[in-house]
């Protein structure tokens, strides 16, 4: 059944402006909730342009009253909740703001859509929430012991749905993403290694890998993580709490990236870009998690979902996103 109204926050971010556009190509209307700290109002330029009666984009945090007030004014079927503070580092640095904006924002979001009586699909994490992990992949049952406090700020959003959605029937669904890459990352961040590969690639740059480049993570393109977004917002769910990895349970290292990166780029030179890079090694990040993998079975058996995007056809995606 498809969406009528749904607010997206972080909407003019990378994953929740594609968000947008799959909500708008099926004929929605999307409310926006973004303070445009990490978010590009360029990201929506397309929906704009094909759907700007149905768009309406609102500049506020989500920990603001007037964008809960927004939310119940809107009356939307779900509320994508995608706005976050995703700095690990700005975490460990400033834990009080990661908790303002992950927890108190989230709150500040899923008592908006209780209100307005919508459905709730939040954004997690599923590398920083396991910490170091003891089972390869990890499933939605494994331990969880973040080893920064994003990871625990993430897991506290999640306690909070699961009491949301117990005490007033509310369907509250947490999707535990893997590493999510594909166009309209941020090539500046600290977790878009694709894009910020992609972008120092294209200028000829030197890409830069920290330590040996063994560290593993489960790379998933942005295109499946939307279709995961959508199954949770549209698919018969009991009312209650439940929680789902989006990945593609396949472990990939940095250095698998740079032979994907290498693999594609006859192709990506051929529209004209620089015909070679260089790589080099650094010092390793200090307490940087070595391998990351999750297991997305329980979200396949209950929507039928699968990663479909390849490794290397996403890579050249991206890649040709930033020329």
């Given at each position: ?7 997206v926050?972080g ?6 402006s594609?968000v ?6 099926a004929g929605g ?18 929906a ?5 009666s149905?768009?309406?984009v609102?500049?506020l ?8 007030e927004?939310?119940?004014d809107?009356?939307?079927e779900v ?5 976050a503070?995703?700095?690990v580092?700005?975490?460990?640095e400033?834990p ?8 108190v ?9 209780r209100c307005a ?6 954004s ?6 396991y ?11 494994h331990?969880?012991?973040p080893?920064c406090?994003?990871g ?11 009491y949301?959605g ?5 369907v509250?669904?947490?999707l535990r993403?893997?590493n ?5 990352q941020n090539?500046?961040g600290?977790?878009?290694v694709?894009?910020?590969f ?7 740059e030197?890409?830069r890998?920290n330590g ?7 790379f998933?393109h942005v295109?499946d993580?939307v279709r ?8 018969r ?5 439940d929680?789902?990895?989006?990945g593609?349970g396949r472990?990939?290292?940095v250095?698998?990236?740079v032979?994907g990166?290498?693999?594609v ?8 870009a ?13 307490g940087?998690?070595?391998r990351s993998?999750i ?5 396949s058996?209950?929507f ?11 890579l050249l995606q ?6």
């Amino acid at each position: 059944m498809p969406i009528k109204k749904a607010v997206v926050t972080g909407g003019a971010g990378f994953i929740g402006s594609h968000v947008c556009d799959a909500v708008l190509a099926a004929g929605g209307e999307v409310l926006v909730i973004d303070n445009l700290s990490t978010g590009r109002m360029e990201n929506l330029d397309d929906a704009r342009s094909k759907w700007s009666s149905k768009l309406l984009v609102l500049e506020l945090s989500i920990a603001d009253q007037q964008a809960a007030e927004a939310v119940c004014d809107f009356k939307p079927e779900v509320v994508f909740h995608l706005a976050a503070q995703m700095n690990v580092r700005r975490s460990v640095e400033a834990p009080v703001f990661d908790t303002h904006e992950n927890v108190v924002g989230t709150v500040n979001m899923v008592e908006a859509a209780r209100c307005a009586g919508s459905r709730f699909v939040f954004s997690s994490t599923g590398g920083a929430i396991y910490g170091e992990q003891d089972l390869f992949p990890a499933d939605e049952t494994h331990a969880i012991r973040p080893k920064c406090p994003y990871g625990v700020s993430k897991r506290a959003a999640e306690l909070y749905l699961e009491y949301y959605g117990r005490e007033y029937a509310m369907v509250c669904t947490a999707l535990r993403f893997g590493n999510v890459y594909g166009p309209r990352q941020n090539p500046f961040g600290e977790a878009g290694v694709v894009a910020i590969f992609a972008k120092k690639a294209l200028r000829g740059e030197i890409l830069r890998i920290n330590g040996d480049g063994k560290q593993t993570r489960d790379f998933v393109h942005v295109q499946d993580v939307v279709r995961a977004c959508m199954a949770a917002a549209v698919e018969r769910q009991d009312a209650g709490f439940d929680v789902f990895n989006v990945g593609t349970g396949r472990e990939c290292s940095v250095n698998d990236i740079v032979a994907g990166f290498r693999a594609v780029w006859p192709q990506v030179a051929a529209e004209g870009a620089v015909q070679s890079f260089a790589v080099e090694h650094g010092p390793a990040l200090a307490g940087e998690q070595m391998r990351s993998v999750i297991d997305a079975a329980k979200l396949s058996k209950r929507f039928g979902w699968q990663a479909r995007v390849r490794l290397e056809e996403g890579l050249l995606q991206t890649i040709l996103s930033f020329r």
